[in-house]
């Protein structure tokens, strides 16, 4: 919608919409002749001893590198025939190549596409297995993220945790069993990695207060990166991160809170998680939260959703 509104309004947009609709329109027209065909394609070309398709065989004519390498791949497949598990190997290595990196800053929209398709097109056996994925590629070489991917953060900082008891009762005195609870840092939107001393910064504020020392057991920090700092992280799925805290933690419960870039400002929202469901058991967001008032803001959010656990 934000799009199709500032396209109303921008000339030099609309044009170049047109001329990107052309281009992927001339692309669509002339797939088969652009792109030379994946190898294995060949090779079962080769191997089953079929007619190509019009598409293909119109290629062939017209491209020698794809012709000698078709004659290579019949000669190997009747002297040595190459098993289905290599052939079906063979693709996914091949499906995983890129085009190459080709310098495209400081170029306008025309002169870039121009030289990025040039490159590509001359390219002998590019592996693109269709416009689409030319597309992709082309998307990820013009318009480069400058975002990194949603990150957790860890640090070494120590929390002075007094070991108390229910409303402060000294724990020697009592046997209680308390929730075991791990908090973690989530960065995400960031256009560069947040620096060691600003995540020790909040880690800091997140020093949990007196009061939710008497009912919950906190696991200070460094202990939380020892556990899962290793782990591929998945900002969509923290299930592999709990099901580690719960193991080797003993934690039952994972308060998450997560700070974002919003425009000049920062959205900072919390979940608190039990790790053995993983189910939400409470959130909440603030949003617009200025640079100055950061560190009050997470660790408000924190004791929030902290106290209103009251199991």
């Not at 108390?164 to 960065?187: C, D, N, Y």
Request: with cysteine; proline share 6%.
């Amino acid at each position: 919608m934000i799009v199709e509104e500032h396209l109303k309004e921008c000339g030099d947009c609309r044009a170049m919409l047109e001329e990107l609709r052309q281009l992927c329109g001339a692309l669509e027209g002339n797939r088969e002749s652009i792109f030379c065909p994946e190898p294995w394609e060949l090779y079962e070309l080769a191997a089953q001893g079929i007619e190509p398709a019009d598409g293909l065989a119109e290629h062939l004519k017209q491209c020698p590198e794809c012709a000698r390498e078709l004659e290579g791949y019949r000669t190997t497949a009747q002297a040595e025939p190459i098993s289905p598990q290599v052939t079906d190997a063979f693709k996914v290595f091949t499906a995983r190549q890129q085009a190459p990196q080709v310098p495209l800053e400081g170029k306008g929209l025309g002169a870039r596409l121009a030289s990025f398709f040039g490159r590509l097109l001359h390219a002998p056996m590019l592996p693109l297995a269709s416009v689409a994925a030319a597309a992709v590629v082309a998307v990820i070489l013009l318009y480069p993220s400058q975002r990194i991917e949603p990150m957790l953060g860890f640090s070494d900082v120590q929390w002075r945790v007094a070991r108390t008891g229910p409303k402060g009762t000294p724990k020697s005195l009592v046997a209680v069993e308390k929730q075991r609870v791990a908090i973690l840092l989530l960065f995400e939107g960031l256009r560069e990695k947040p620096s060691q001393e600003f995540i020790d910064s909040l880690y800091r504020e997140l020093q949990p207060p007196g009061e939710l020392c008497g009912r919950l057991e906190f696991v200070d920090p460094p202990r939380v990166k020892a556990s899962i700092s290793t782990i591929q992280f998945d900002p969509d799925n923290h299930k592999t991160v709990l099901d580690r805290l719960a193991r080797d933690l003993h934690v039952s419960r994972a308060l998450i809170v997560s700070v974002a870039v919003q425009k000049n400002a920062y959205r900072i929202s919390g979940q608190l998680v039990d790790t053995k469901t993983g189910k939400s058991l409470e959130q909440t967001v603030i949003s617009d939260v200025k640079d100055s008032a950061l560190a009050e803001t997470v660790k408000d959010s924190a004791i929030s959703l902290l106290s209103s656990d009251k199991k």
